[in-house]
């Protein structure tokens, strides 16, 4: 046992290697190629080319698929999309910090309020306004 190296020592021929190797998921061996993939969509290439030359070069990849991937890589590296819409307030709480009880007709209610003009009359209708 005099030539074995002690384990903190042991080269890592094995991980090194397995690092150079062409990686088994689609999306990991699109990501490894992804910013050539870039500079070709913005030096005015056809992505149904770009499949081609991925088919050629040893990726079997659907277009309908690659189609996909790249979606999801765009939308990954834009980052998370928002949980809420701007457009849809949160609720406000009382200042017990309870949350109010369940309105239905609450949006009904607070627009409204802010009606200016003509207000649509309670009640049934008058049948002598009626044509």
Known sequence: MGNVAPSDKRPLFAVEAF?????????????AIW???QEALKAGHTLRLIHKRLNLAGVPISYKLLSLYRGRIERRKKGPAPSGSPSSPLPAGSPDGRLPAFDPLAN????E???KGWQYPSGPPDENKLF
């Open 19 to 31: 690092a150079r190797e062409k990686p088994t998921q689609l999306m990991a061996q699109l990501l």
């Open 35 to 37: 910013p050539q993939v």
């Open 108 to 111: 009904l209610r607070s627009q």
């Open 113 to 115: 309020q802010k009606r």
